[in-house]
């Protein structure tokens, strides 16, 4: 890792441990990192001399970050425990609330009953105006997780007002939400969404009825890989997903934006002559798929990182992946510290960085007794899904077995199916033949990755229990890590017997087997 990684690595993730501890405990707390944090930052720039002046610079940078990230992780859970949301989810009160749609809503898991079937929906809102059963009304703009019944609640937009009945409950800590509003009846629309909004809604519907013809595994997979919209996939192919570790593919990654980047990059090189012409297209293009992807945390994440690659390289500044990555992970946490305490940001994060960091080596070490191309390929599923395992096992509880051939068989059907779907959702407003066409055409690709996840779901011992918690977390690194310590120890002590017989060779062997020149021959 170079010196530009580390100054850029070392303080972001200063930054987003202390956002995550400071998330998780009282603002007095977050108080309490942020002073001493910017004293020692301030004493070790004053003392930075000599040799060690650049250690102590990295070490003053990572304080001051921490300490800055805890200043605002406690004023904003400062600001959420003053809200009036607080006292009236401490009893529980039954409230009018006017809400200011966040985030698609999401179906969570199907309710069955002696009445019809019902979806349990959650979503993030902003909360506007509050009525309780006394008519005291207050004005405020907080953040809410609302949980509803009743499909109504799913075709609500981003932006979009509503007004509900419901109850207020106390919020979970570390989520950043000033209290969970249970909703009782449907939503009543207030205003529609914002006009950008509702063009992208239009885009995301369009995708599906381009794919509603399409055999359900494969129909509901397309949008997933697209936008991250999962409403049509069939409970049992997420859960196949889910046990062979390919659940990322439908969370909008990395992986998806570098595609999508890549395949913009690639017309533009060929329609537009001149560099500042396809960075505005890449930069404008890269907008709107952040737009109709939703702005969640993994996307954030990797459209900052495309976007600041793209115009590094364009600039010529040659930036390396790690220290663009360290950039954008801290101008998020600081942008948005809720993303800190978020799943699927810390897994898209320790996802990318595996590729950027363990993947090289990895690759080169698999190298040794494998095709180049075969190792890179084994690579690169091995780092990320062993870079995720303990993340993951803290709140699954289990270990997928079969992730790394199963990302490995995927691979091959991800890039023309992300590609053949984006092309879909751009041509299917607007020509709705054309669109189901290229829905058509990209079915095939996702009933190839569908088919990976079943086998593979399928075999014995497809998962393995594992300790939850941070406790399970911790043991699994602690493994991975001590794997990987024998692993490097013996590849290198592997080699060391071939060089010394070089080295010998070189300067004389006192091999009774090796041929010796005469006596005359010799030379000193």
Do not use: K
């Not at 301030?42 to 200043?71: D, F, Y």
């Not at 505005?280 to 954030?300: D, E, M, T």
């Not at 010394?500 to 004389?508: A, E, L, N, V």
């Amino acid at each position: 890792m170079s010196t530009f990684d580390l100054r850029l690595a070392a303080p972001a993730l200063a930054a987003w441990l202390t956002a995550v501890v400071v998330a998780h405990h009282r603002p007095a707390v977050g108080f309490i990192f942020a002073v001493p944090g910017a004293f020692a930052a301030a004493l070790l720039t004053i003392v930075g001399s000599g040799r060690t002046a650049g250690r102590r610079r990295l070490a003053a940078a990572s304080c001051l970050c921490a300490a800055g990230a805890a200043a605002a992780v406690a004023w904003r859970v400062s600001a959420l425990e003053r809200s009036p949301l607080r006292p009236l989810a401490e009893r529980h009160a039954h409230v009018t609330i006017e809400l200011r749609v966040d985030d698609d809503p999401q179906r969570l898991r199907p309710q069955r009953g002696d009445g019809p079937r019902r979806t349990l929906v959650g979503t993030r809102a902003t909360a506007l105006l509050v009525t309780d059963e006394q008519g005291t009304r207050w004005r405020l703009h907080v953040p809410v997780f609302v949980l509803a019944g009743g499909s109504e609640w799913l075709g609500l937009q981003p932006t979009q007002r509503i007004r509900a009945d419901g109850v207020l409950q106390p919020g979970q800590r570390g989520r950043f939400q000033a209290a969970t509003f249970a909703a009782r009846g449907p939503p009543i629309t207030v205003s529609p969404a914002a006009g950008w909004q509702s063009a992208a809604g239009r885009v995301r519907d369009a995708l599906q009825r381009a794919a509603v013809h399409l055999p359900p595994a494969a129909g509901g997979l397309l949008p997933g890989l697209v936008d991250g919209d999962t409403s049509r996939l069939p409970d049992t192919v997420a859960a196949d997903f889910t046990t062979t570790g390919l659940s990322h593919l439908v969370a909008v990654s990395g992986t998806n934006v570098s595609i999508y980047l890549a395949a913009l990059l690639a017309v533009c090189r060929r329609l537009l002559p001149r560099i500042g012409g396809r960075i505005a297209v890449a930069v404008a293009g890269l907008a709107c798929f952040v737009v109709v992807a939703r702005p969640h945390p993994s996307v954030l994440r990797a459209a900052t990182m495309g976007l600041v690659l793209t115009l590094g390289r364009a600039a010529g500044g040659g930036l390396s992946g790690v220290g663009v990555l360290g950039a954008a992970t801290l101008l998020l946490v600081y942008a948005d510290p809720a993303l800190a305490t978020n799943y699927g940001f810390a897994l898209s994060v320790v996802a990318t960085a595996a590729l950027l960091v363990a993947a090289p080596p990895l690759t080169d070490l698999l190298a040794r007794r494998l095709p180049r191309s075969l190792a890179e390929a084994l690579a690169i599923p091995l780092a990320a899904s062993t870079a995720c395992a303990p993340l993951i096992v803290t709140f699954a509880g289990t270990i997928s077995v079969y992730a790394v051939p199963a990302n490995m068989a995927a691979e091959v059907a991800v890039a023309p199916a992300t590609v053949l779907g984006v092309a879909a959702a751009a041509v299917a407003p607007w020509w709705s033949t054309g669109g189901a066409v290229l829905a058509t055409l990209g079915a095939i690709p996702c009933a190839w990755i569908v088919s990976v996840a079943r086998v593979f779901a399928a075999l014995p011992g497809a998962t393995l229990r594992w300790p939850s918690g941070a406790v399970g977390g911790v043991a699994l690194a602690a493994v991975e890590l001590s794997v990987a310590a024998a692993v490097a120890f013996f590849g290198h002590a592997s080699q060391l017997p071939r060089r010394r017989s070089i080295r010998d060779d070189g300067f004389g062997s006192r091999d009774p087997t090796r041929p010796r020149p005469p006596h005359g021959d010799r030379r000193r």
